[in-house]
Structures are given as structure tokens and as C-alpha cells.
Nanobody
Framework: QAHLVQSGGGVVQPGGSLTLSCAPTGNIFSLDSASWYRQSPGKQRDMVASITRQGVKNVSDSVKGRFTVSRDNGKNTVSLKLNLLQPEDTGVYYC?????????????????WGQGTQVTVSS
């Protein structure tokens, strides 16, 4: 069951761009440190970017300089901007929060995942 809802993704030509977004749903109000994972066909799910609640970012070497992670704590959203996309970036992208706060302000120390979004880079 996905507790985070994702949007964005799709089919794009090499060199193109996409933006993925992730927002809480249900009883989850705001997100703790968050990260984006990619699962390419036949491969394991790997983290590509992360951002703390304070905005400290980390990006994997494979996407450094092309992908940008950001968050808007006022809107409780986390985004991943994908630039200069290459065929090897094809896969299902997932957002994950290491924990969250519910509507009443209680901290939920569980990982929460989005439903996944397909990104296909093809000419």
C-alpha cells in the first residue's frame, strides 16, 4: 500500500527532461528525509537522490549534474527534476520517506513509499 502519491514521468526522447513529484496521502501530513529510487529492468532498486528535511542533498554519481532533488516543506512535496535523460535512465522511479508526521503532529518512524512512476527514454 502506497502512502505517498507520485506524479510525473512518461516517455521522453534522449536529452529530454521530466519532473517527478511526491506528496503524502491519507493520515500522513509531512515527510521526514526523503529519497528517490530507480529500478531499471532486470536490476535492483537503487537510490539516485536524497534530501533531508533541512534541505541537505545527496545525488548518486550516475546522475550527478543531470538530476536535481528538491522539496517544498510548505506544500509537503518532494520533487526530482531529470535533465539530459539517457536510455539507461529508463525504469520505475519511487519516492520514499524515512519517516513522517501525521495530521495531529505525531511522528511516524516508518519508511513510506510511493506507488512508482515509469520513466522511459527512447528515440
Amino acid at each position: 500500500q502506497a502512502h505517498l502519491v507520485q506524479s510525473g514521468g512518461g516517455v521522453v526522447q534522449p536529452g529530454g527532461s521530466l519532473t517527478l513529484s511526491c506528496a503524502p496521502t491519507g493520515n500522513i501530513f509531512s515527510l521526514d528525509s526523503a529519497s528517490w529510487y530507480r529500478q531499471s529492468p532486470g536490476k535492483q532498486r537503487d537510490m539516485v537522490a536524497s534530501i533531508t528535511r533541512q534541505g541537505v542533498k545527496n545525488v548518486s554519481d550516475s546522475v550527478k549534474g543531470r538530476f536535481t532533488v528538491s522539496r517544498d516543506n510548505g506544500k509537503n512535496t518532494v520533487s526530482l527534476k531529470l535533465n539530459l535523460l539517457q536510455p539507461e535512465d529508463t525504469g520505475v522511479y519511487y519516492c520514499k520517506s524515512d519517516g513522517a508526521w501525521d495530521i495531529g503532529g505525531a511522528y511516524l518512524p516508518n519508511p513510506y513509499w510511493g506507488q512508482g512512476t515509469q520513466v522511459t527514454v527512447s528515440s
